[in-house]
T-cell receptor
């Protein structure tokens, strides 16, 4: 079973639309960390956000917002008023204790295309 | 200054050869990693290296070996390259194992 599930493989939206990228995770640990990374067409991986399992506060950063819900094991990412520059593959990741250290497990990514 | 750098950016080589990819970070981080991203964009950790302790992903063939001359460097050596090794390899570093990782630009390896 996947530890991090990003059910949406590809999403296309028209510029200025809002879009939510889903992420569902699976862990038995009480202490864990969740992340989102962006990979634009140029290929680099850009860190967006980190959340620990004890902090369920939602976060907003400009047009980006994140909704962490432990009850549903979800950590969803919303982009408001999308722009063409938001086109990228977005990865959700889970860090939990395994083999003596915290290991990062990535979801398969969601490719977002924002059409002008 | 680039925080995490990798060289080379592109590497094209013949099957059976041995090659190395270098990684350096200037962030003062204690932990470094190597990831492999396949053609479907799936990212999988290969190694993590923290305070001289190496954690190996058990699925990584022993043809792959990380080498860390000091805390700022973690190089990846690959022996007897195979076609299936073709991928993008990312180096990353983090302050410690609990914090966000910062990635290098990636090395696209093509094995012919």
């Amino acid at each position: 079973a996947q530890k991090v599930t990003q059910a949406q493989t590809e999403i296309s939206v028209v510029e200025k639309e809002d879009v939510t990228l889903d992420c569902v995770y699976e862990t038995r640990d009480t202490t864990y960390y969740l992340f989102w990374y962006k990979q634009p067409p140029s290929g680099e991986l850009v860190f967006l956000i980190r959340r620990n399992s004890f902090d369920e506060q939602n976060e907003i950063s400009g047009r980006y917002s994140w909704n962490f819900q432990k009850s549903t094991s979800s950590f969803n990412f919303t982009i408001t008023a999308s722009q063409v520059v938001d086109s990228a593959v977005y990865f959700c990741a889970l860090s939990e204790l395994g083999a003596g250290s915290y290991q990062l497990t990535f979801g398969k990514g969601t490719k977002l295309s924002v059409i002008p | 200054d680039t925080a995490v750098s990798q060289t080379p950016k592109y590497l094209v080589t013949q099957m059976g050869n041995d090659k190395s990819i270098k990684c350096e970070q200037n962030l003062g981080h204690d932990t470094m990693y190597w990831y492999k991203q396949d053609s479907k964009k799936f990212l999988k950790i290969m190694f993590s290296y923290n305070n001289k302790e190496l954690i190996i992903n058990e699925t990584v063939p022993n043809r792959f070996s990380p080498k860390s001359p000091d805390k700022a460097h973690l190089n990846l050596h690959i022996n007897s390259l195979e076609l299936g090794d073709s991928a993008v390899y990312f180096c990353a570093s983090s302050r410690d194992q609990y914090n966000e990782q910062f990635f290098g630009p990636g090395t696209r390896l093509t094995v012919l």
